[in-house]
């Protein structure tokens, strides 16, 4: 029910922007921890934007619409992102490349390492990323803008 009032108003928005671009399926990401609604065009610089505004601003106000449908109709939250051409999905496996390597390098030295600072949605992708990781634990630390990510080693040191 959920997915298909967010595809109905992904179509109706790409039906009035002038842009030729088409709804193309739902995927899991991130172990299904994310819903992600595809759409793919020809024109990828008018739904992405310089970096990746636009497209923030399309998930902003899919998300919104979401939200103020899912009290009027008891739907269920969902975490979801719309993707243009696979950008975002992109995105995601960068951060979690760069978060995988600074993990081998906490692992390496036995210590800490902080990742540059990141967006609330990018914390979250590292955060459940080492969920499962045994010697590695994430915490977020910094204020507003440069509140970033520790990568803690935390298995035996030998």
Known sequence: METAFIQKTIEDILDKLSVNAEFTGIK??????IT???????EPYIL?????R????????????????????NF?????IVDVNDHQEQLIEDIKNKARMMAERARFFKNNVELPAMNPYER?????????AEDIETESTGMGLQRRVVIKYVGTIE
């Open 76 to 80: 269920q939250p969902l975490n979801f």
């Open 124 to 132: 979250m992708i590292v955060h459940s990323f080492f969920t499962d």
């Open 28 to 33: 899991e990401l991130n172990n299904g921890t």
């Open 36 to 42: 992600k609604f595809a759409i793919k065009t020809e």
């Open 54 to 73: 636009v497209l923030m601003a399309l998930n902003y106000l899919i998300k919104r619409i979401f939200e103020c449908q899912a009290q009027k109709q």
């Open 48 to 52: 992405i934007g310089n970096d990746g």
